[in-house]
């Protein structure tokens, strides 16, 4: 599943800058799950990210707690996100992103509505 994650995200950028090379790649896995990938190109993207897989307690069920950022240049200007995603969602944190950590507190967690 990480491993198509990550050539997604390298496909999503060869199409977006035709020019762009991939400059530096790295991946690692480990017995127990964990992983760790990062990645540069030529265009100014760069982006990391670990994870862990906790198992379920019954065959396919379980979860991944994934942490990462990725940073991107557009028009002189570095942009910079950071980011978790677990069995809550997706969280993206950065200067230029709306700040919504508030939401939770209206609408309440995942478990509140099942």
């Known amino acids: 599943m990480c491993r198509e994650f990550v050539l997604l995200c390298l496909v999503a950028l060869a199409t977006a800058d ?4 991939i400059v530096n790649y790295q991946y690692g ?3 127990d799950g964990a992983y ?3 990645y540069q190109t030529t265009n100014g993207i760069s982006a990391k990210e670990d994870g862990i897989s906790y198992p ?3 065959p396919e069920a379980g979860n991944y707690v994934r942490s990462g950022s990725y940073s991107y240049d557009w028009e002189g200007v570095t942009y910079t996100v950071n980011w978790t995603a677990d069995e ?3 969280h993206p944190v950065g200067d ?3 700040d919504f950590s508030h939401t939770r507190e ?4 995942i478990d509140d509505h099942q």
């Open 29 to 31: 896995i480990e017995e």
């Open 36 to 38: 760790e990938a990062q």
């Open 88 to 90: 809550n969602g997706f």
């Open 96 to 98: 230029h992103l709306p």
């Open 18 to 21: 035709q020019s762009a090379r």
């Open 56 to 58: 379920g307690n019954v």
């Open 106 to 109: 209206h609408i309440g967690s």
